[in-house]
């Protein structure tokens, strides 16, 4: 009988290392008999990852994103997308992977009710790593900070974010639904691991097929390191002023803005984001969240749920805590935030100007962002500008023109073009129906449109 494994997470247990080996390897997969990426596309030929919110990500988030879309708007698509999945069963094995169905906390057991409505419980297999809970929440509020969605400081994420520790709420959740057998419930320790290949190999083995075997040699990710020292509490302060903390951080701004290496250099080495790294933040700094009494004090609180998780699921507990004498990560007193936050703000000004020159002086590789210019007011600024000819647009906008040239140059109105082809130069107040309309039409500051003074 063919299987569909649900690999639920959790956060930061190797996830995105185990999905990245099945996507490299999908041959591999293939001639055992299961499905991951060609379940991608049986979705897409069916017109589900269409409709998938994240755009068609990993299988999973189509899965628990469609499952709550369905519930709240009662569309049918999580029923269009079992459906898929019974027929694929009916081909072979199915992989369905993601760490964010660990958000779904004690929602699980509905959702596996729903999918156990459908498909056959004996076919349906949840494999879940779990790592000791001190180390998960200080590993996952590292992973927030890193990708720009976490500004709280830790102690507040801590005690805010608990109900993710509590597994055995969860896991005793699904085994409402689905039978103890059915559960693959594994520690996220290296002594508790198949083999000597981590936790890729340890899944390998749980899936238990004839000719599908971990090879080392095999192409694998790369590690997904943490940040730590001044470094991250520089980029907690960077979370709470900017959405691109991300980008930021892995110095490939340009690179989303599609500029090319001179844009990038120039950005670098004259506005110095990695000098300013060098002087503010010891990036190799090795520091913990935890004392080593607020680390026993905050697994006490899981002691009888740890109980219960080795006497249904492992030979031995979690391994206890070693004691450490690495630095208690502290935040920035008021005084060096106030200097930080500042330095951030003048950093993302002096970025987004960058952008604007790069994208002025043709420094790109793409052809989709040589767009031509275009000045959006045509009132007394506009008219400033284009006499002292200090742009050159080929079009001017206006919302309510009442001209239909200024200079030689045409005016229109918004609804006469294409907005999307033209890069602006705003030159009207701060209009906030303009911004809306620039907004509706996907339109981004910085890369398809600027102020006129950062322009200039």
């Known amino acids: 009988m063919n299987r569909v494994v649900f690999h639920?997470?959790?956060?930061?247990t190797g996830t995105t290392s185990i999905q990245d080996y099945f996507v490299s390897n999908g041959d591999m997969l293939e001639k055992a008999g299961w499905y991951y990426t060609d379940f991608k596309k049986i979705l897409e030929d069916e017109g589900l990852i269409a409709d998938d919110p994240c755009g068609g990500g990993q299988t999973g988030s189509i899965f628990f994103?469609?499952?709550?879309?369905?519930?709240?708007?009662?569309?049918?698509?999580?029923?269009?997308?079992?459906?898929?999945?019974?027929?694929?069963?009916?081909?072979?094995n199915v992989l369905v992977s993601d760490a964010m169905f660990w958000i779904m906390g004690t929602d699980?057991?509905?959702?596996?009710?729903?999918?156990?409505?459908?498909?056959?419980?004996?076919?349906?297999?949840?494999?879940?790593?779990l790592r000791r809970q001190d180390l998960f929440i200080e590993s996952v509020y590292n992973q927030l900070i890193k990708f720009g969605k976490e500004s709280r400081s830790f102690k507040v994420f801590a005690k805010e974010e608990i109900g993710f520790c509590r597994y055995w709420d969860i896991i005793s959740a699904i085994m409402e639904v689905l039978p103890k057998e059915n559960l693959r419930i594994r520690k996220f320790e290296k002594n508790a691991f198949t083999g000597s290949g981590g936790v890729v190999e340890d899944f390998?083995?749980?899936?238990?097929?004839?000719?599908?075997t971990y090879d080392p040699q095999r192409k694998r990710a790369d590690s997904n390191e943490r940040i730590s020292g001044n470094w991250l509490e520089f980029k907690r302060?960077?979370?709470?002023?900017?959405?691109?903390?991300?980008?930021?951080?892995?110095?490939?701004?340009?690179?989303?803005?599609?500029?090319?290496?001179?844009?990038?250099?120039?950005?670098?080495?004259?506005?110095?984001?990695?000098?300013?790294?060098?002087?503010?933040?010891?990036?190799?700094?090795?520091?913990?969240?935890?004392?080593?009494e607020e680390r026993r004090?905050?697994?006490?609180?899981?002691?009888?749920?740890?109980?219960?998780?080795?006497?249904?699921?492992w030979d031995s507990p979690f391994s206890g805590i070693k004691e450490t004498d690495a630095d208690v990560h502290k935040e920035l007193s008021d005084e060096a935030r106030d200097i930080v936050t500042l330095v951030i703000r003048l950093y993302l000004t002096q970025t987004k100007r960058l952008r604007t020159q790069a994208l002025r002086n043709g420094v790109t590789e793409e052809d989709s962002l040589?767009?031509?210019?275009?000045?959006?007011?045509?009132?007394?600024?506009?008219?400033?500008?284009?006499?002292?000819?200090?742009?050159?647009?080929?079009?001017?906008?206006?919302?309510?023109?009442t001209v239909r040239k200024m200079y030689g140059i045409p005016v229109v109105g918004?609804?006469?073009?294409?907005?999307?082809?033209?890069?602006?130069?705003?030159?009207m107040s701060r209009e906030a129906p303009v911004l809306q309309m620039l907004e509706d039409y996907g339109l981004v500051d910085g890369r398809d449109y600027s102020w006129w003074y950062e322009y200039l």
């Open 8 to 12: 639920i997470g959790a956060w930061k």
């Open 65 to 92: 994103r469609t499952y709550y879309r369905s519930k709240v708007n009662g569309d049918g698509i999580f029923d269009r997308l079992l459906q898929a999945l019974k027929s694929a069963l009916d081909k072979g």
């Open 108 to 129: 699980l057991k509905d959702f596996f009710r729903a999918v156990s409505s459908v498909i056959d419980k004996r076919q349906i297999v949840v494999v879940a790593y």
């Open 204 to 212: 390998f083995a749980l899936l238990d097929t004839e000719g599908l």
């Open 237 to 292: 302060l960077y979370n709470t002023i900017s959405e691109d903390g991300y980008d930021i951080l892995n110095e490939d701004i340009y690179e989303e803005m599609k500029c090319g290496s001179i844009g990038r250099q120039v950005g670098r080495d004259l506005y110095g984001f990695d000098v300013l790294m060098k002087l503010c933040c010891d990036i190799d700094k090795k520091e913990v969240f935890f004392t080593n």
């Open 297 to 313: 004090e905050f697994l006490s609180g899981f002691e009888s749920d740890n109980r219960k998780l080795t006497e249904e699921f």
């Open 370 to 401: 040589r767009k031509p210019l275009a000045v959006w007011g045509a009132g007394t600024l506009c008219e400033r500008i284009l006499r002292e000819n200090l742009v050159k647009p080929g079009i001017i906008v206006d919302s309510f023109p």
């Open 414 to 427: 918004p609804d006469e073009i294409d907005l999307r082809k033209y890069y602006f130069v705003l030159t």
